[in-house]
């Protein structure tokens, strides 16, 4: 499965062997769902966005849950996500999804290794940006997300959000999608 992306069902099946919980899984799918409303929205205003990627992506985007709840899911995601095959869009969505992107010392102080975490494609934008939208299978507007991580988040990782939000906004212009 080098460079093909697997099915919804392929997708759904990794998360259950890897062992994500139903909440979990529901949570995968609530994502995706808006993810791929966004992507939409991206999509009809002109911009060349990866429908597929971003709905696969969203639906892995926890894999790493499996494993640990901490903001360690992250790496540990993309490395259950290399271990099974799957391709690099999919392995960088995993591992830049968390917040509005994890600097590199900010990595560096978690132990991870050197890489990029903060999300770069457009693809990577919309499912970390749809994931702060959804607190377990529910969606919910960005200011309940923002008081949420300004009370847990420094002050940075907070602004991070807020800007990856303003840039989202800038892409989906009136998008009924967004809670």
């Given at each position: 499965m080098s460079e093909r992306l697997p099915t919804r069902k392929q997708a759904l099946h990794f998360l259950r062997k890897s062992g994500c919980k139903g909440n979990v899984i529901r949570?995968?799918?609530a994502v995706a769902q808006l993810a791929t409303e966004i992507a939409e929205a991206c999509h009809e205003n002109g911009l060349d966005v990866d429908l597929e990627l971003v709905q696969i992506g969203a639906l892995l985007h926890d894999i790493g849950r499996s494993k640990t709840h901490s903001v360690?899911?992250?790496v540990i995601g993309a490395d259950i996500a290399k271990s099974i095959?799957?391709?690099e869009p999919i392995i960088s969505i995993i591992k830049r999804h968390v917040g509005g992107g994890i600097t590199a010392k900010e990595a560096k102080e978690l132990g991870w290794p050197k890489d990029i975490y903060t999300p770069q494609t457009l693809e990577e934008k919309i499912v970390s940006y749809a994931d702060k939208l959804i607190e377990g299978s529910r969606r919910v507007p960005i200011e309940k997300t923002l008081?949420?991580?300004s009370q847990e988040l420094p002050r940075s990782a907070v602004e991070r959000i807020q800007k990856l939000h303003?840039?989202?906004l800038t892409f989906v212009g009136d998008c009924d999608c967004l809670p």
């Open positions: 949570h995968c799918e360690h899911h992250a095959g799957l391709p008081d949420v991580f303003e840039e989202m």
